[in-house]
């Protein structure tokens, strides 16, 4: 018989799913499902009419969104398999992950399909997909994203509490910074366009978009308070104050 692991960020890869140890995260799993939701659902015809109505000013914002949508749920979906799959110990929270990675590929496939119907011309979608290399401010966010996703990527095992706080911090910054604020502050705009009226479809996607990043935070955030209940010394005052630079630093790209 083999010990089971005492807390959720001890290493190995738990199968024991009962007793359940974390039925709160397996509840997140049953209440993400009720919230599927297809691309082809998704009407975008309306919004080719519109764009001929924006400004130049509109359209430069619009193209700079595209282009920021366009990669920024396939990092979070690489973080997600690289990063949180491997360390969150737990089958239960797992199988919610594996969810959420189910969620980041219709988003993926949603930017997809968003960018090709707003950009017709193949020469503009290369650019949109270029856009991390070279639209200075989507490349200041996307070395935001992989300077915390290299912090972490070669730990194997969260043997030393120095590790686990360093998969504390790249956890929270994907929550807080990336899928929060990031995300949440280009979404602000899609809804300043849809309260004059404008893209319907994409308002549309944004908001089941909205709906499933909302839930990814809450989850992320339960391991955050599960971590912090099992294993208080982590969160140290150097962590709070790493926590509160990096939150700068995200409102700052
Ligand atoms: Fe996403
Ligand atoms: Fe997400």
Redesign the pocket.
Known sequence: MTTRPQNLLDPGFELTLRPMRYPDFYERYRDAIKNTWTVEEVDLHSDVADLAKLTPEEQHLIGRLVAFFATG?SI?ANNLVLTLYKHINSPEARLYLSR?LF??AV?VQFYLTLLDTYLPDPDDRAAAFAAVENIPSIREKAEFCFKWINEVEKIDRLDTKTDRRRFLLNLICFAACI?GLF?YGAFAYVYWFRSRGLLHGLATGTNWVFR??TM??SFAFDVVDTVRKEEPDLFDDQLQQQVTDMLHEAVEA
């Open positions: 749920d979070v959420q969620e980041e988003h899928e995300f499933d990043e990814h935070m």
